[in-house]
């Protein structure tokens, strides 16, 4: 998959949501004004849910493409060669289950097995290095609220500037709130027509934001290791 593709992909995942989102703000323009502020509760949960969709959508689709390039490990950013070496990782932390990277390194004396898996680890440096990055599935987790801390360890983990949206934070926060806020029973009386436009310029920002940064890094090939 090329660039371009990659990039017709997101435009075509962000436009049919930003359609349906069209459809039903037209089809509660024939309510009254107390139905529509009704209509805007469910219109609010349904972007909340585009928002965090094509977050996720965005970001394995980043990985896809990032592992069809078959760069190594030693080629890539410290953030995505961790990303690929996520399972060594989780058994230097775990010695208490076997390893295929770490065969019967003290597997009898439990005491010492972590300090032999750690030197056997910088023992092979180079070796890790040379695989080929493979992101696995589950990197990418929302959390089941893309809250800001959510957001930023996602990007965090991907090698992506996450301080690039720091402006933008208080915009999320927002547009979760409006959720949960729903969610619990709350604005029964239905939402304003101010309110629910911030909500929806916030979510919409926030998904270019992500957009922008992600097809920046595959053009220019800014994941690439330097120094």
């Not at 003290?106 to 972590?114: A, G, T, V, Y």
């Amino acid at each position: 998959m090329s660039v371009e593709d990659y990039a017709e992909q997101l435009e075509y995942d962000l436009a049919w949501r930003r359609e349906e989102v069209a459809f039903f703000e037209n089809v509660g323009s024939d309510l009254t004004d107390d139905e529509v502020k009704l209509y805007r509760r469910a219109v609010i949960l349904m972007l909340y849910a585009h928002f965090e969709g094509f977050v996720k959508f965005a970001l394995e689709l980043y990985i896809t493409m990032l592992n069809s390039r078959q760069h190594t490990c030693g080629e890539v950013n410290y953030a995505l060669a961790a990303a690929t070496l996520s399972d060594l990782f989780h058994d230097l932390r775990h010695p208490d289950k076997k390893c295929a990277d770490f065969p019967d390194i003290l597997q009898d004396e439990p005491k010492l097995r972590i300090f032999g898996r750690e030197q056997a680890f910088l023992s092979g440096v180079d070796v890790f290095e040379s695989r080929t990055v493979s992101i696995p599935d589950g990197v990418v987790d929302m959390e089941s609220n893309l809250k800001p801390i959510v957001l930023k360890k996602n990007l965090f983990r991907l090698g992506l500037d996450y301080a690039a949206f720091d402006d933008v934070m208080g915009d999320i926060n927002k547009i979760l709130g409006y959720r949960n806020k729903i969610a619990h029973g709350k604005y029964k009386a239905g939402i304003q027509e101010q309110e629910y436009f911030g909500y929806k310029k916030s979510a919409f920002e926030v998904m270019e934001s992500v957009r922008n940064q992600i097809s920046s890094s595959l053009d220019t090939e800014s994941y690439r290791r330097t120094g």
